[in-house]
């Protein structure tokens, strides 16, 4: 079960906060970042983005994935309460602004890994499919810094016994470069925004995503870690079981097969859109985001030929 720890504080205010503070009339949101512990050596950070994962290991803490711009700091703020250790990586599992751009406040020593895709994505920190607003590109203003610059392909794996973690690419889905990070020593899988949660799920074909691809990439991950996983730390939603991401690769499955069907049909992308109901039997998902909705059926109407 996972515990709901208070550590200290539960505001952590980091510098960049109080300069911003000091030049505008209005305070901006607090910075909160809540800590759950679902192991004794592994955290998940909420807030500011997607979900961050500590894991501390015997040399040093490894983080999947790091916030919106400006998170950076609440993150290490929030790690010296758990351990006294330094952080020696960071994992991201893709692209979006919203989970790597906490990386730019970490030391120089701190090493950064992600699938080959995502590293060439984040170079370019292209916009998101179906979201208006641009993707913030912290690189650029960096100078480069921040970048992932060890890259695994299918498989990777870091550190052995109880620090060992084991990073997995199991096809397109979200993006081009969604990776699996898993904590085999604790049963727990991180899986960032390919699990994002419950949802419809966001495909961004500006950076490799594929509305084709997603179910076969959710079901291999969960034919591959299903006996070895408890926990599913997802992109932005509580810790799920494996169950519950074999539903979610159901859910996809049924959601290409309706608009599959659709286009035999001889049903435009836009009739398909406006038919679509939630099926009755996957309980407890958010109601689909009408812009969300419109722009997968159209990406997979186009992308299924
Ligand atoms: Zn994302």
């Known amino acids: 079960m996972r515990r709901h720890v208070v550590l200290g504080t539960l505001i952590a205010v980091?510098?960049?906060?109080?300069?911003?503070?000091?030049?505008?009339?209005?305070?901006?949101?607090?910075?909160?970042?809540?800590v759950d512990k679902l192991k004794d050596n592994l955290f998940v950070l909420r807030g500011g983005g997607g979900n961050t994962t500590v894991f501390v290991g015997a040399d040093g803490v490894t983080l999947v994935d790091t916030k919106n711009p400006g998170w950076g700091q609440p993150i290490l703020a929030r790690i010296k309460e758990i351990t006294n250790k330094p952080v020696v990586r960071i994992v991201n599992t893709h692209t979006h602004g919203d989970h790597v751009s906490g990386n730019v406040a970490f030391a120089d020593n701190v090493e950064i890994v992600a699938h080959v895709n995502t590293a060439e994505n984040m170079k370019m920190m292209r916009n998101v499919t179906s979201i208006p607003a641009p993707q913030p590109n912290v690189f650029k203003e960096s100078g480069g810094r921040g970048l992932a610059e060890r890259t695994f392909k299918d498989t990777m794996t870091i550190g052995n016994g109880a620090d060992r973690v084991d990073l997995h690419f199991f096809g397109r889905g979200h993006t081009n470069g969604d990776a699996w990070v898993v904590f085999p020593a604790l049963r727990v899988m991180s899986a960032g925004d390919i699990f994002s949660g419950k949802n419809l799920p966001l495909l961004d074909y500006n950076?490799?995503?594929?509305?084709v691809e997603i179910p076969d990439a959710m079901m291999k991950a969960y034919t591959t870690t299903a006996k070895t996983v408890d926990h599913i730390v997802t992109g932005h939603s509580t810790v799920m079981t494996p169950n519950d991401l074999r539903e979610y690769a159901e859910f996809n499955r049924d959601f290409l097969n309706t608009v599959r069907a659709g286009k035999k049909a001889g049903k435009t992308a836009e009739q398909i859109v406006k038919e679509w109901t939630m099926p009755a039997k996957y309980t407890g998902y958010a109601a689909a985001q009408p812009a969300r909705l419109q722009s997968n059926v159209e990406m997979i109407y186009k992308e299924i030929n």
């Not at 503070?21 to 809540?34: F, S, T």
């Not at 950076?207 to 509305?211: H, M, Q, T």
């Open 14 to 34: 980091g510098a960049l906060t109080m300069a911003a503070a000091a030049q505008q009339p209005a305070a901006p949101a607090p910075m909160v970042v809540e």
């Open 207 to 211: 950076n490799g995503g594929s509305g």
